[in-house]
Nanobody
């Protein structure tokens, strides 16, 4: 499975962005997908994840109620809709695939990673 993250950019605080993770591989629909982010000088942190079927999603407390993860298995994509963005959301965002199908908040349990897309939120 190869992953390609896109959709990052510069946005003002309070604005919105939609990140996409496009995957190649016929088995993508069996993988859970997670989004992680890494701000300058900080460790990578969990943002959101969605199970293989899309029936269950879970979020970091810091983004709950503002971000929504969704997937379209027919088109091998997972999206992260980010609303009410804050300067603290500034980071490189990565998508990752977990072959267990259930997702996890631990980054070391993911098997494949995309290259990252930069999100910058100005105050």
């Amino acid at each position: 499975v190869q992953l390609q993250a896109s959709g990052g950019g510069l946005v003002q605080a309070g604005g919105s962005l939609r990140l996409s993770c496009a995957a190649s591989g016929r088995t993508f629909s069996s993988y859970a997908v997670g989004w992680f982010r890494q701000a300058p000088g900080k460790e990578r942190e969990f943002v959101a994840a969605i199970t293989w079927s899309g029936s269950y999603a879970f979020y970091a407390d810091s983004v709950k109620g503002r971000f929504t993860i969704s997937r379209d298995n027919a088109n091998n994509t997972v999206n992260l809709q980010m609303n009410s963005l804050e300067p603290e959301d500034t980071a490189v965002y990565y998508c990752a695939a977990d072959r267990s199908g259930w997702g996890n908040k631990r980054s070391d349990l993911y098997d494949y990673w995309g290259q990252g897309t930069l999100v910058t939120v100005s105050s």
